[in-house]
C-alpha cells in the first residue's frame, strides 16, 4: 500500500533550536497538508499546498513556521525559534486533485517536544 | 470553533457489542468523513457519506447523515478489541472553494474490553 512517510517520527529539543519536519507524500497526489494535534486543540489545519502551490495557511504562526514544497515528492514544514508551546504531534497528509472533498491519507506523525 | 463535535468523548464497551459514535455540524456540507486513529499512528480514512446519501455501509461500519439535524452516526457492528482506537468526524463545508478544507471534531475515544 501506499504510504504516507513523515521523517523524523519523534524530535526532541531545546526552545530557540530550528526544527525541520519533511513529508513524502503518495506519488500522484497532488494536495498535501499539514496538522497539528494536542490534546487540547485537537486537530488543527496548518496549511495546505495544490499542485506545490500554497493554498492555505492561515492556521499556521507566521512569525516562527513555514511550510514549503520544494518538488512534488517532499513538503517541509520548518519552525524557527521553537517553543515549548510547539510540543504537538504534526502530521502531513496527502490527497487526490479533489482533495478535501476526498478522502485524505495520513503519515504516522512528528512527534516534538521543546524543552 | 470546532465545526464537527462527536459525542461522546469516550465509550467503553464488551467485545461483540455495538458501539455508535455521533457527530454534529454546524454549517452546510459537501460531505462528511470518519476517520480511525489508533495510538502513535497517523489517521486512516474509514468512510464517505456525501450530503444526498443518508447512510452508507463498509464492511461492520454504518453511517448515517441527517443533513436536516446536521448529525451523522457511526455504528461499529459486532465489536472486537481491534477497534479500540479514537474516532473522528470530518467535515467538507459548503461553499466549496478552492481554499475548501476538511474541519475535524475532537473524537471519541472508544475502548472495546476483551
Known amino acids: 500500500d501506499a504510504r504516507v512517510t513523515q521523517t523524523p517520527r519523534h524530535k526532541v529539543t531545546e526552545m530557540g533550536q530550528e526544527v525541520t519536519m519533511r513529508c513524502q507524500p503518495i506519488l500522484g497526489h497532488n494536495t498535501v497538508f499539514w496538522y497539528r494535534q494536542t490534546m487540547m486543540q485537537g486537530l488543527e489545519l496548518l496549511a495546505y499546498f495544490r499542485n506545490r502551490a500554497p493554498l492555505d495557511d492561515s492556521g499556521m504562526p507566521k512569525d516562527r513556521f513555514s511550510a514549503e514544497m520544494p518538488d512534488a515528492t517532499l513538503a517541509t514544514l520548518k519552525i524557527q525559534p521553537s517553543e515549548p508551546r510547539d510540543s504537538a504531534v504534526y502530521f502531513c497528509?496527502?490527497?487526490?486533485?479533489?482533495?478535501?472533498?476526498?478522502?485524505?491519507?495520513f503519515g504516522d506523525g512528528t512527534r516534538l517536544s521543546i524543552l | 470553533s470546532q465545526q464537527g463535535e462527536e459525542d461522546p468523548q469516550a465509550l467503553s464497551i464488551q467485545e461483540g457489542e455495538n458501539a455508535t459514535m455521533n457527530c454534529s455540524y454546524k454549517t452546510s456540507i459537501n460531505n462528511l468523513q470518519w476517520y480511525r486513529q489508533n495510538s502513535g499512528r497517523g489517521l486512516v480514512h474509514l468512510i464517505l457519506?456525501?450530503?444526498?446519501?443518508r447512510e452508507k455501509h463498509s464492511g461492520r461500519l454504518r453511517v448515517t447523515l441527517d443533513t436536516s439535524k446536521k448529525s451523522s452516526s457511526l455504528l461499529i457492528t459486532a465489536s472486537r478489541a481491534a477497534d479500540t482506537a479514537s474516532y473522528f468526524c470530518a467535515t467538507d463545508p459548503t461553499p466549496t472553494g478552492a481554499n475548501s478544507k476538511l474541519t475535524f471534531g475532537k473524537g471519541i475515544t472508544l475502548s472495546v474490553r476483551p
Open positions: 457519506i456525501r450530503s444526498n446519501e
Open positions: 497528509a496527502s490527497g487526490p486533485g479533489q482533495a478535501p472533498h476526498q478522502p485524505q491519507h
